[in-house]
């Protein structure tokens, strides 16, 4: 969740390390901190409540200068979001500084024995625990800081991602990680570590990912070391970065999450790129044909998942049954990993997830791992952990996702998605070559037709100002798009603060029918497909109860428009695809009323990006 950097090198380190800040805020942005080695050889921290804008306020007239450092921007876990619980935190002696992504579970225990060798603690964090820890066990045992880190970590209970600056090695810092990610840059005589890849590749695309149970030290003068909490060697495998530094920008954009719901005709494509021939009309998926037999003989598929990932599943879940004929059950990671679950070796679990770093889904795919199951990945993130651990699967390819609410990073999970259940189905002989190849044709068109619906982007705008002081809305759908329903009603939550609620259209007559009324706007999600009758009289229900209707329908759709108060066209394309479509129109409609509401679109309050915390 939170974000963490560290530079060391010929540089002045106090630019990186904000620079780096800005660009992994969105994992966290409750306060922010830097720690600093200046000149003379004094460590100082600063830190601020609030955005990494406050900190570089605070910082203005303070002695940042340095060319080693750490930085890192919070989502608070341990302790408010307040100045004295931000990161870095001194150890007693302010000789250390330490910050920490992840949570130590039996802190308070740590807590209790070092406060009884008459330590004290000015913060409410685990990660302070941590670095008095680090230092105890340094003074103690007279061991140098490498191995105060791995002795104190053999006491952890946790997940974790920390880098620690020793005052008296002004060259080198010292971090390990396990369950939390960490990268190791490699520059020309310098160094950098991340969360992630965002604020190193304007520097290098050479990078380290790494492992669990892994501490790194890095210097100046030396290459990049590697060895385990238990002191066992491992060789740097360096590794090529695919990102760009433009991807990273607005792009003349108001707002990330606007630029990323406009990428979408592209980045469907390069999802899909080498990946569909429409002259053959095939799909051709690496991470399918060399597990053919897994799939085509799995007697059930179980699909985990968390938030948006989870609506990606659900929409899989309709098209690998009809597909394949394969029964599929959608769980939410968090539940999964602990309710016991029957996993059995010819089992299929798929795990989604845009980050590849979700600590339920990491968690959730390796108790199933352990039980026998194969294993298939659906993630965005190039080397991260759980397409590391997975036996195959299958990367998106949609580029970095800097918007907290999710939108190019689902519609290529279900183009994954989709592409793996028409695998499975022509291989099975379950599905027929007619529908195989229309799907597949039709696939092809998405982009183009996406675009077409981007183009009422100004009018979604104008009528989206209307609904800026609603309380609640409903959104309901049915089949393929009831999941498109949950997803608008998240996306509505997530970046405005209006109360949503997404059910299956039928469902709506028993319960949520009691809510209806003028004051309560309802989204209906209704392309011309399977159940689209049914959908109808689901709205005529609603406006017989005063209800206000906000319909996504077909093109050419003269029934729907003559019922609804307000309608949004999507073009026609195959059932199964209608996601695709009819959810571009919902990112958009929560974008422009958070947008009026004055809201703070990219980094919504209580939320971040990468969920690598229970």
């Excluded at 016991?340 to 390796?366: H, M, N």
């Excluded at 209906?524 to 005063?546: H, L």
Aim: hydrophobic letters at 40%; glycine letters at 8%.
């Amino acid at each position: 969740m939170c974000g963490i950097i560290g530079y060391v090198g010929k540089r002045d380190a106090y630019p990186i390390l904000i620079k780096g800040l800005h660009r992994l805020e969105y994992r966290g942005y409750d306060s922010a901190g830097v720690a600093l080695i200046n000149e003379a050889g004094k460590l100082n921290v600063f830190k601020a409540k609030g955005k990494v804008a406050e900190l570089e306020t605070f910082a203005t007239d303070k002695d940042t200068t340095g060319h080693i450092g750490i930085a890192h921007t919070r989502w608070a876990t341990h302790g408010e979001p307040n100045t004295a619980n931000a990161h870095p935190h001194y150890s007693a002696s302010e000789r250390l500084a330490i910050i920490h992504n992840g949570i130590i579970e039996n802190y308070s225990v740590l807590k209790a024995g070092l406060m009884q060798e008459g330590y004290s603690f000015k913060s409410d964090t685990d990660t302070e625990v941590l670095v008095q820890l680090i230092e105890y066990t340094q003074v103690d045992r007279h061991v140098d800081l490498r191995t105060a880190v791995q002795l104190a970590l053999q006491q952890v209970i946790g997940a974790y991602a920390i880098v620690v600056l020793d005052q008296e090695h002004p060259d080198t810092l010292i971090a390990a990680r396990k369950g939390s990610p960490l990268v190791v840059g490699i520059g020309d005589d310098e160094y950098f570590l991340a969360s992630d890849a965002t604020p190193i590749v304007e520097y290098t695309d050479k990078v380290i990912y790494i492992e669990d149970e892994e501490v790194v030290t890095i210097s100046n003068d030396r290459e990049v070391e590697i060895v385990t909490i238990g002191n066992v060697q491992k060789p740097p495998e360096i590794q090529r970065l695919e990102m760009s530094l433009s991807q990273l920008e607005k792009g003349g954009y108001p707002h990330f999450m606007l630029k990323e719901i406009f990428e979408q005709p592209r980045t469907l494509t390069d999802s899909m790129r080498g990946r569909i021939n429409l002259r053959q009309d095939n799909i051709s998926l690496s991470g399918f044909i060399d597990n053919r037999e897994r799939f085509i003989n799995a007697k059930r598929i179980i699909i985990t998942a968390c938030g948006t990932s989870w609506h990606a599943g659900l929409i899989a879940m309709y098209a690998i049954e009809e597909f394949a004929r394969i029964p599929v059950e959608v769980e939410y990671s968090s539940e999964f990993r602990y309710r016991r679950p029957v996993i059995d070796k010819d089992d299929v679990v798929i795990a989604i997830s845009q980050s590849g770093e979700t600590a339920d889904t990491l968690a959730a795919i390796q108790l199933a791992k352990e039980r026998g199951a194969f294993i298939f990945a659906i993630c965005n993130v190039v080397g991260a952990s759980i397409p590391r651990v997975s036996h195959s699967g299958c990367y998106t390819h949609a580029g970095p996702e800097i918007g907290v609410a999710s939108t190019k990073a689902f519609t290529a999970q279900v183009v994954a998605l989709t592409m793996l259940a028409l695998c499975i189905g022509k291989e099975k002989g379950t599905l027929s070559p007619d529908k195989y190849f229309a799907i597949v044709r039709e696939l092809g068109q998405i982009p183009d037709k996406i675009e077409r619906v981007l183009g009422q982007n100004k009018r979604i705008a104008e009528f989206a100002k209307m609904f800026m002081y609603a309380q609640s809305f409903i959104y309901l759908g049915r089949g393929y798009n009831f999941p498109v329903a949950l997803e608008g009603a998240l996306k509505l939550k997530e970046i405005s603060y209006i109360h949503a609620e997404g059910y299956p259209a039928a469902e709506m007559k028993h319960g949520p029918i009691a809510l209806i009324s003028r004051e309560m706007p309802v989204v209906v999600v209704a392309p011309q497909c399977g159940t689209y009758e049914k959908v109808v009289s689901n709205i005529q229900e609603i406006k017989a109860r005063k209800g206000r209707v906000i319909a996504i329908v077909t093109e050419g759709d003269d029934l729907i428009s003559k019922i609804a108060d307000f309608v949004i066209e999507v073009p026609r394309t195959e059932e199964c695809l209608t996601p695709l479509l009819t959810v571009i129109p919902l990112q958009l409609i929560a974008y422009h009323i958070a947008v009026v509401k004055d809201c703070d679109v990219d980094q919504p309050r209580n939320l971040a990006k990468s969920v690598t915390v229970e």
